[in-house]
Each structure stands twice: as C-alpha cells, then as structure tokens.
C-alpha cells in the first residue's frame, strides 16, 4: 500500500481540524496514511528526515504549505523520489485552481486516491529557493503586503482590499527602473517597470490570472513585464489583469523563457504569497519536471 505523510498546520482553526478529519477518512482505506502537524520549516525537515522510504506528502492547506513542503523537498534532495498531493484548505488555493484540482477537499482527496500523476516543473530563485505557483515585483507585491492585515479577517476579499488600496496610492508612484534580461536577452523597452512577474501557475492573490497562459509541466517560466505609466492606464491594466486579458495591452510584455534576471530599483517580491524584503537583484530559472503531483 502506498505510505504518504499528510502534513497540516499546528496552527490551523477547529474549522481545518474538521476537513483534516474527512481527509483522512476519506483516504484511509486506499493509502497507509500518517498525519502530522508542523510550526516551522524545522519541524518539516525534521518529519521528512524521519522517514525517508516515504512515497508521497498530502499537503494540506494552501499556496504557502504547498511551498513549503516543495523547499523542503529540494533542500533535502528528495524531489524526485516523494509524490505530492495537494488539498486546498488555504486562503487563495492559487495553484489548485492551475492544477484542476476540485475545491472540495474530500473531492481532492479522491484525487490522491486515484493515483493519477504529473510532472511539473518548479522555479529556483537566485537564493536557492523555489517557486511552485509565482513570483513577482512590484504593484502586486505592495498589494499583497496592503492585504496582509485584511487577509486573516476576510479571506480572498482581503486581496482586493490590498489591491485597492495600493492602486490608489500607485496611481502617481514613479514606476521602476529596471533592466530585464529572459534568456540572456535584454528587454529593450525605456519606460519604467510597475510589475514583473514571473511562473508555472496561472493565478495569484486568490484567483487573479496574472499569467493566463502558463503550462507548469512545459518546462518554460512564463513572463510577464508591464510598462503601464499614466493613472488612466494603470487602472485599466488592473481591471485586466482580473479579467486575465492584460497581456494582450502594448504596454505588456509577455513571453516564455527558461531563465530570468531584474536588477535595478529596489523592490519588494512576493513568492508563492511570501513577502521578502526590497532587494535590487533577482534571478528565475525553471527547472523541468522536478515535481511529481497527483491530479485529477
């Protein structure tokens, strides 16, 4: 029988207690399956290290469980040699929705029963890190820190409070200066840079296709780079970027490549919905089917 790890947050709500429980009831006759809860990346290397004949992790949570488990995989070498399976129970489920999965977590966790996989391809960053779902600069990252303090009372609502709040006050910001290289060839556009965002998934900040057209298991990043300036434009760029047309704007780049590179202003980055501090300097590359997942 096939021996996962379900792995949930210690800290979660009696609300995710109750759908952890139909997870495991849900699985319990198809898989030999252990549940454990974790704080910190520690407490995650630490389960893994324990029990190295594993043959998958279900993650249950969101975006963010879902990269960590996805860094402690890499960190530990073990990227090829674990399934993973993903039960959305977090706030946006970004990367569930790019994968197909059912919102449902009892449906999901058919899904892992099933059995059927896929190889995806993630992203390292220039610190070592990964990136499952996306990353990105700019307007989306000041959104996401605008949403931080609304996300936990109002969920996905807590994104477009983010997003409204930093679009009124970006609408006279100086965007940023920046060159961009994909593939070793330099973006020549002049004008200054209000977002670059860069991924495997389609979706971010709780359903926004940020990048409509991306494949996770294509073995390309997908790019996105705006120029938008004026405040008429950067409000119409917003409402596209929610409709999933905005790359299709002259004031958009969009483009594939295996290998990314921003310096310039300092900006700061949200990856997989993690926030990190402004920095002058950030590098992608893909690294093609390094992941095996179950889906539908």
Not at 11 to 30: C, K, R
Not at 135 to 153: C, L
Not at 250 to 270: E, F, H, I, N, S
Request: proline share 5%; glycine share 12%.
């Amino acid at each position: 029988m096939t021996r996962l790890l379900a792995i949930a947050n210690a800290d979660a709500g009696s609300t995710d207690d109750t759908a952890v429980g139909e997870v495991l009831a849900a699985l319990q006759d198809e898989v030999d399956l252990e549940l454990v809860k974790t704080s910190s990346p520690a407490d995650l290397a630490d389960e893994l290290a324990e029990r190295p004949d594993l043959d998958g992790v279900v993650v249950l949570g969101g975006d963010g469980s879902l990269h960590a488990v996805a860094q402690a995989l890499h960190a530990a070498g073990r990227l090829a040699d674990v399934i993973v399976g993903l039960i959305p129970l977090g706030t946006g489920n970004d990367f569930a929705a790019t994968l197909g999965l059912p919102p449902g977590h009892v449906d999901a966790a058919k899904v892992i029963a099933a059995g059927r996989t896929r190889l995806i391809d993630l992203i390292i960053d220039g610190t070592d890190q990964v990136v499952v779902n996306a990353a990105h600069i700019g307007i989306g990252a000041e959104a996401a820190a605008a949403a931080r303090p609304w996300k936990k009372a109002f969920g996905p609502v807590g994104y477009l409070v983010g997003a409204a709040i930093t679009g009124l006050k970006g609408l006279t910001t100086p965007g940023a200066k920046l060159r961009i290289t994909v593939d070793g060839k330099r973006l020549r556009r002049k004008a200054p840079v209000i977002q670059v965002a860069v991924g495997n998934g389609r979706y971010v900040g709780g359903g926004a296709p940020l990048l409509p057209q991306a494949d996770p298991s294509d073995g390309l990043l997908d790019v996105s780079v705006s120029y938008t300036e004026s405040p008429r434009r950067r409000i119409a760029y917003a409402f596209s970027v929610r409709r999933g047309d905005h790359h299709r704007r002259d004031d958009v780049v969009y483009l594939r490549g295996r290998d990314v590179k921003v310096t310039g202003d300092a900006l700061r980055c949200t990856s997989d919905g993690e926030l990190t501090e402004p920095s002058r300097h950030y590098s992608w590359r893909v690294q093609p089917g390094a992941l095996t997942v179950y889906v539908p």
